[in-house]
Each structure stands twice: as structure tokens, then as C-alpha cells.
């Protein structure tokens, strides 16, 4: 065998080679990971977000085909963004975050708006996005393992966090052949938990080192390979990946 052909066996087929990828919330935390992810194994990316500068600045750092700035709790933004698009291979759902408190402290009206939010996006996005993608491609919507533990406060993000994984297998079933599958993440060290925890963060990175069975914090990186491989492997569909480093076993 020559050096040419040795070299050209250990090279493997970026696994995303020629296709297109959506992220609805692409320009922070795990969808712009999955964007660079997604790059870097040969897809073209389409990011979404509302904050149309911070939209413009990730756009630039990944090299995206296009953006667009919305709200994806938004029904009609919604549907008006995938009315516009081509057609796609997969989209990555990351817009949307937890609503933590007690019953007692609740402000009804902001519940109203944000119960359900994650399930209100994924089904927006489900309906308007089962068109658009090829076959074999994937909706990924993100939910969590933290929600499965009941606590003080957690009564509405736990709601949800039982609710997508359903969700996602009858999606799944009703959208074949797009594939629908569902992340749980447990603490990942974003934006978002920076704006969550405040002064706190630290601290809370500090009890994660030392009480996870990986002896360290989950990063956006790891949960975007996590997505694009289950962009990459069609056989999966309707299920829930964990990515938690454990945390879902250990007190806190
Ligand atoms: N970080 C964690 O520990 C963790 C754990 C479990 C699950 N999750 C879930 O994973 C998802 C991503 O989390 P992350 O930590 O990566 O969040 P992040 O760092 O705050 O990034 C969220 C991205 O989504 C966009 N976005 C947020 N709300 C949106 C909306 N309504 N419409 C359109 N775009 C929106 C944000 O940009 P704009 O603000 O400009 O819109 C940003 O680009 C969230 O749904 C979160 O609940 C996170």
C-alpha cells in the first residue's frame, strides 16, 4: 500500500458533508456550539435568534448561510421563517429556558407566558418544520434532567421536563420519516446558567466538580457532538439522550 492510499484510510467523511442545518437559538450557549459543530463536520448552518447583534457576531464567527431574527415563541415568526427556507436537513431547538419557583411566589401572568414554552416551540418548529426536512433528517428539541427530581420550585420546569420526552416519541411516529429526538442536559456551562446563578456560578461549578461521577462540568461543546451525531445516525429517532455527567444520580 502507498503512503497516499494509508493517508487516505484514516481519513474519515465529515459526518454532516453537503447538508443543512437549522438552529433555532444559534448565537449562544449549546446551539452556537452545534452550529460550530455542525461546520466543522461540512454543513452549511442557518442561525436564529432574537438579539439580532449577537445573531450577526456568531453568524460571522461560524461562516452561517443566513440568519434570522425572532422569537421562536412566536407562532407566526415561527411560520414565516420556514415558509421562507429551502429545504433542510435538520434543526437543532435551543431557544427557551426553565421557569424555576414556588407556588406561593408565582406571578400567574408571567406563567401563563412561559408554561409550556419548550413545548409550545418544539410544536411550532414540529409543525412548520416537517416539510422542510429531507427525509432521515432530525428535529433535536433540548430538555432536562434536573426536572426529574422533585424539589421546592420546580414544580413547572419538572412538568415539562416529563412531558418533552413524550412528546418527542409521538412526534416521532406522527413526522416519519424526519426523525424527532429530545437532549436532557443536566448543568451545562452556558450564558444561560451564568444568567440563572449570578454570583453563584462559581460556587455551583465548585459543588458540580466535586460531587459528579465525571469530576467536572458539562460544556456546550459536548452537548453539540452529542447533537450532531444524533444528526448523523439515522437510526435514531423518538428518544431522549442524557448528557448529565451523572448529576441526575447524585443529591443536587
Ligand atoms: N444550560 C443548561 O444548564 C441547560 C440544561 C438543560 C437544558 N437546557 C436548555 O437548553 C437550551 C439551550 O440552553 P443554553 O444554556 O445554551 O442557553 P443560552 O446560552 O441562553 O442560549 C440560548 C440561545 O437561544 C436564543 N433564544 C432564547 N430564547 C429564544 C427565543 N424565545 N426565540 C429565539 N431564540 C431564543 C438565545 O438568543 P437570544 O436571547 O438573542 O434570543 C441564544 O442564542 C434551553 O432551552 C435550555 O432551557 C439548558
Do not use: W
Not at 438552529?23 to 448552518?45: F, H, N, P
Not at 412548520?128 to 428539541?141: D, H, Y
Not at 433540548?142 to 412526534?171: K, V
Amino acid at each position: 500500500m502507498s503512503t497516499a492510499s494509508i493517508a487516505y484510510t484514516n481519513q474519515r467523511e465529515p459526518e454532516l458533508l453537503g447538508q443543512t442545518v437549522v438552529v433555532i437559538g444559534g448565537s449562544a450557549g449549546i446551539g452556537l456550539e452545534t452550529a460550530r459543530r455542525a461546520r466543522a463536520e461540512g454543513a452549511k448552518v442557518i442561525l436564529t435568534a432574537r438579539n439580532p447583534e449577537r445573531l450577526k457576531q456568531a453568524a460571522t464567527e461560524v461562516g452561517a448561510l443566513s440568519t434570522a431574527a425572532f422569537d421562536a415563541s412566536d407562532p407566526v415568526a415561527v411560520e414565516r421563517f420556514f415558509r421562507e427556507l429551502p429545504m433542510i436537513d435538520h434543526v437543532m431547538v435551543t431557544a427557551g429556558r426553565p421557569y424555576y419557583g414556588r407556588l406561593a411566589d408565582m406571578d400567574f401572568a408571567k406563567v401563563r407566558s412561559l408554561i409550556g414554552e419548550h413545548l409550545l416551540v418544539a410544536l411550532y418548529v414540529a409543525r412548520n418544520a416537517a416539510n422542510k426536512v429531507r427525509p432521515g433528517g432530525t428535529l433535536i428539541f433540548m430538555g432536562g434532567t434536573g426536572g426529574r427530581r422533585p424539589a421546592i420550585g420546580m414544580s413547572i420546569a419538572g412538568a415539562g421536563t416529563a412531558a418533552l420526552p413524550s412528546l418527542t416519541a409521538n412526534l416521532a411516529l406522527e413526522l416519519a420519516p424526519v426523525r424527532v429526538n429530545l437532549i436532557a442536559a443536566g448543568f451545562v456551562d452556558t450564558p444561560l446558567s451564568a444568567d440563572l446563578l449570578g454570583d453563584q456560578l462559581e460556587t455551583r461549578r465548585k459543588q458540580l466538580r466535586a460531587t459528579l461521577p465525571i469530576r467536572r462540568v458539562v460544556g456546550p461543546a459536548e452537548v453539540a457532538a452529542l447533537a450532531v451525531h444524533i444528526m448523523s445516525n439515522t437510526a435514531l429517532t423518538g428518544a431522549t439522550y442524557d448528557i448529565d455527567g451523572g448529576q441526575q444520580f447524585v443529591a443536587g
